[in-house]
């Protein structure tokens, strides 16, 4: 049993500011999450306040692990792929507040992912990680399928390149 709770998001002017502030802490300890370091508050809003439109438009579900109505991390399940994929979706933005990781928090959240993934007949799940503090462990632990690595796919949030790896997962 955990100590927190899964939960299906919907906007909310606070949880948009919570999902906010833990975007900007993940990026200011160097997560890999598409934005660079310092990341401004409010550019971290609007990046939310733009996956809440998507998530209403039924194109995204957005889940997060609370504790007494503290969101301690988070992850998104997109549902809107090209009209030759409607089989396949991805998840994106898995992230844990730093003073919350080891706490199980990614995998109960990548697990409800695929549940949900499953009740939108998704038959295949694909992400990407980076090379550099990714979460390939915890995606491997799970089932998950390296499909391959690209060297210096993207920028560091503090500086430098890093590879990305590719994974995938059948669903059952």
Not at 1 to 26: G, T, W
Not at 36 to 56: G, K, V
Not at 90 to 101: G, N, S, Y
Request: neutral net charge; contains cysteine.
């Amino acid at each position: 049993m955990h100590d927190f709770e899964i939960k299906r998001l919907n906007y909310s002017p606070e949880i948009c500011d919570q999902l906010a502030e833990i975007l900007v802490e993940v990026v200011a300890n160097n997560g890999s999450v598409t934005f660079l370091h310092p990341l401004p508050l409010q550019q971290a809003r609007t990046f939310w306040e733009n996956s809440f439109r998507a998530a209403e438009r039924q194109e995204r579900i957005i889940l997060a692990a609370c504790d007494r109505g503290k969101i301690l991390g988070t992850v998104t399940l997109q549902l809107d792929c090209a009209p030759n994929q409607p089989h396949r979706g991805e998840i994106a933005k898995m992230m844990t507040l730093p003073i919350c990781r080891g706490r199980g928090i990614a995998k109960a959240l990548l697990l409800e992912a695929e549940k949900l993934a499953r009740e939108h007949q998704k038959t295949l799940l694909v992400l990407d990680t980076a090379a550099d503090g990714g979460a390939s462990g915890l995606y491997e632990k799970v089932g998950y399928i390296l499909a391959g690595s690209i060297p210096d796919f993207a920028l560091k949030p503090l500086g430098g390149y890093t590879a990305t790896k590719i994974y995938w997962k059948k669903l059952d």
